[in-house]
């Protein structure tokens, strides 16, 4: 019998849970439903260093993996500046500090809902 399909709570939970398993630098959930047809949210997270960029990386897709989920697409990963994870509705976007600065992905989205995966709801 095939699994259920996670919802997007589900998802963003088991992200941030992987990201401050690893030590991620200030991990922020954008609630964006409604703002965009892309996704649901946006996860946006630091990492110290390439090397804590790409575990931080690794420890996500793992842990969605062990939960059924498996990434439409990876971008950014041997350079490890700015990894892009696309789970569909939820969008994970691992950079390193200088790049977060720079882009202020949470500036862009201002007007998001900032919160937890509870303030995903259905």
């Not at 569909?88 to 937890?116: N, P």
């Amino acid at each position: 019998m095939p699994k259920a399909a996670i919802t997007s709570e589900k998802k963003a939970a088991l992200i941030m849970e992987a990201l401050e398993e690893k030590k991620a630098v200030d991990p922020v959930l954008l609630n964006v439903r409604g703002r965009t047809v892309m996704t649901d949210c946006f996860i946006i997270t630091s990492g110290t260093s390439r090397i804590h960029i790409q575990a931080l990386v690794d420890a996500v897709v793992e842990k969605l993996k062990d939960n059924g989920v498996r990434s439409k697409r990876v971008e950014g990963y041997s350079e490890a500046a700015w990894v892009l994870l696309d789970y569909g509705d939820v969008v994970v976007h691992i950079m390193a500090q200088d790049q977060r600065d720079f882009y202020r992905l949470e500036a862009y989205w201002s007007g998001a809902e900032k919160g937890s995966p509870p303030v995903l709801e259905e």
